[in-house]
């Protein structure tokens, strides 16, 4: 069973990331379009055909891949967690959530990427450090 979600986990990241290139391929060709990379005020373009919606404003990203305004810094939950799992061997993902005060969900992408970056190792349910 544990072979089944890690292969299902690891295809949805897969797709995840095959989605995240296209829409960013998407996003450079609708700016190019637009002219500037700046949709006009409102959010919307202007269609020629008449009662036909417009589709809303795709916010640009930034060189770094990310859009504006979030002011995340890259990996800063994955170290947080490795931080963590190096103290506390054989810890869960609950308990790792309820230690960094998060929703679990957000773990359930970042211990596996962690796991396939070799970083730490899965036993059951717990996370251990390779090191």
């Known amino acids: 069973m544990t072979t089944f979600v890690d292969s299902t986990l690891k295809e949805i990241d897969d797709r995840l990331r095959e989605l995240g290139d296209e829409v960013s391929r998407l996003e450079a060709a609708r700016a190019a379009l637009v002219g ?11 269609r020629s055909t008449a009662g036909a919606s ?3 404003a795709v916010p640009e990203q930034t060189s ?3 859009r504006p305004g ?3 810094r890259a990996g800063t939950r994955a170290t947080q967690a490795l931080e ?11 308990e790792l959530a309820k230690e960094m005060e998060i929703e679990p969900n957000y773990l359930y992408r970042v211990m596996p990427k962690l796991e396939s970056d070799g970083q730490v190792r899965r036993d059951g ?3 251990h450090p390779v090191s």
């Open 125 to 127: 349910q717990g996370w």
């Open 36 to 46: 500037n990379g700046r949709a006009p005020a409102g959010g919307r373009t202007r």
């Open 70 to 72: 979030r002011g995340r």
């Open 84 to 94: 963590l799992v190096e103290k506390q061997p054989g810890i869960t993902i609950p």
């Open 54 to 56: 417009a589709a809303p």
């Open 64 to 66: 770094a891949g990310r």
